[in-house]
């Protein structure tokens, strides 16, 4: 094992005595290197007195306008111990190390160059913002967040912190990256490469207390794929947060080898059963017929799933998506949504088969479908041997 990521010993010392800290340096060498920094602007003679004597109220203002210790020494050609000790002997409020952080995130003066992550570049620490207000009041955009969290989110316990924070993990960024801007956030994506049998994986984490509460309150929970329930959602919304479910866990498929016109449907899976049922009967109030739920025991843990078959599709299309702006929608889902349901919609009186004439009418009207359709094949069902877009 190495001592720590592409450093086999401190890089000053050469020794493994200490702990690494930072930057390929073990712990004594980091604040070593740290102290003379913060030394090396000092110019006069150690231990003389300053030529200017600093007043309390240059002192004060300075501060308070989000200089830090190590600012205001520059200034004055002295150490930022030596600015620390006359904050506290004019008894003026000092900050928190986490106030300083802060301060120094929102300055951008956290950065350093590393030759492990990024050879070459300058990475510099942000600091990360999120509406915490977001989930307190119901709006398209908030229950369409909360649905996709409910399926490809989760909360989970940091090591070593108290309180949760929420991820949410997709093979592609784009949902990933409306849900942030929804949210009014600048929380990092990150990239998750291939593993053993997992594949690669975006994922958006935001370590916020607030929304972590608020998502609880919502009945979001630890652990939550086998025990999930549907929240209680004001009837304007359910349909937003339905989407967001859909763009999760959801699918548009043909099934393979299958040319007619019923062939083409929606699936859903969720491995909860309370909140399929759930979900069924409020798509029953927002005038979709009912649907049988099917259970599927081909993993260790059962799922359960219900689909809508040719026609129906149009009317789960235009329940999800009328009237909905793009930044609330998975691209990719929407556009297979819309290219069967206007199919479905303008040949279902007259054409029953995907004929060769309907066939060159689709290609001129619609390129872009058919090669989707081609790409079906490529990809299988869980449930059976049709081509679906992956979730």
Known sequence: MSWAKGHDRCKSCGTV???????????????????????????????????????????????????????????????????????RQYALGVRTKSEARNLALQQGKISYSSKVLSSGKTITHEKRHVNESFFKTWTPAMAWVLGVIYTDGCLIRQPNFKHLHVTIGQKEPELLEKVRALMGSNALISYLPARGIAG????????????????????LTERKSLTLEFPEILPDFVRHFIRGCWDGDGSVYREKDNSYIHGVGASYTSGSKDFIEQL??????????DRTIHKSTRSKNPSYYFRYTGPLLVNLYHVLYDGVDESMYLARKHDRFKAFADYLDRDSSSAHYFDSKSAQEIRAANAALINELKSYTH?????????EEEN
């Not at 607030?210 to 609880?216: A, G, N, P, V, W």
């Not at 990809?379 to 081509?387: A, I, R, T």
Request: glycine share 6%; aromatic share 4%; net charge positive.
């Open 17 to 87: 005595e200490h702990k690494h800290k930072a930057r390929g340096l073990c712990a004594s060498c980091y604040d070593a290197a740290t102290e003379k920094r913060h030394k090396s602007h000092v110019t006069r003679r150690m231990g003389s007195r300053l030529p200017i004597p600093i007043t309390k109220e240059e002192l004060e203002q300075k501060y308070k306008s989000g200089l830090s210790l190590n600012d205001i020494a520059r200034q004055y050609n002295c150490t930022r111990q030596y600015i620390y000790k006359l904050l």
């Open 280 to 289: 069924v009967r409020h798509l029953v109030d927002l005038g979709l017929p």
């Open 379 to 387: 990809s299988k069902s869980p449930q059976s041997g049709m081509s």
């Open 200 to 219: 690669a994986l975006h994922r958006l984490t935001i370590d916020n207390v607030e929304i972590s509460r608020d998502l609880q309150k919502l009945g």
